[in-house]
């Protein structure tokens, strides 16, 4: 009997002092993984507007070369104009008394 209450408590011992432990080690290393982290994606999305910036410049370059002097005009949505819809037909209600 006693044994078991001194195991028990043994580990509630070790719990405490655990949760004391990583709540410890946590205020030293997870600044510094938060910040390695925010500085990682920052490179990402420095990165990808890179790549971004670079497809534009060379799409727009390829297409001033091709395009000289033409002008496109999408003229579809100008013949015909929007319908609007049409909900059903309006019944007029009278109250009977």
């Known amino acids: 009997m006693q ?3 001194f195991s028990g ?3 509630i011992i070790g719990l ?3 949760y004391y432990i990583m ?3 946590a205020r030293i290393f997870l600044p ?3 910040k390695k982290a925010v500085e990682n994606a920052s490179e990402n999305f420095q990165r ?3 790549q971004y910036q670079q497809y534009n410049q060379s799409n727009t370059w390829q297409n001033s070369n091709n395009n000289k002097d033409e002008i496109i005009i999408n003229t579809a949505n100008a013949k015909n104009p929007r319908e609007t819809k049409k909900v059903g037909e309006y019944v007029d ?4 008394d």
Not at 93 to 96: M, P
């Open 3 to 5: 044994e078991a209450s």
């Open 9 to 11: 408590l043994r580990f």
């Open 16 to 18: 405490i002092a655990f």
């Open 23 to 25: 709540k410890f080690l």
């Open 32 to 34: 510094v993984l938060v």
């Open 48 to 50: 990808q507007q890179q």
């Open 93 to 96: 209600y009278e109250e009977i």
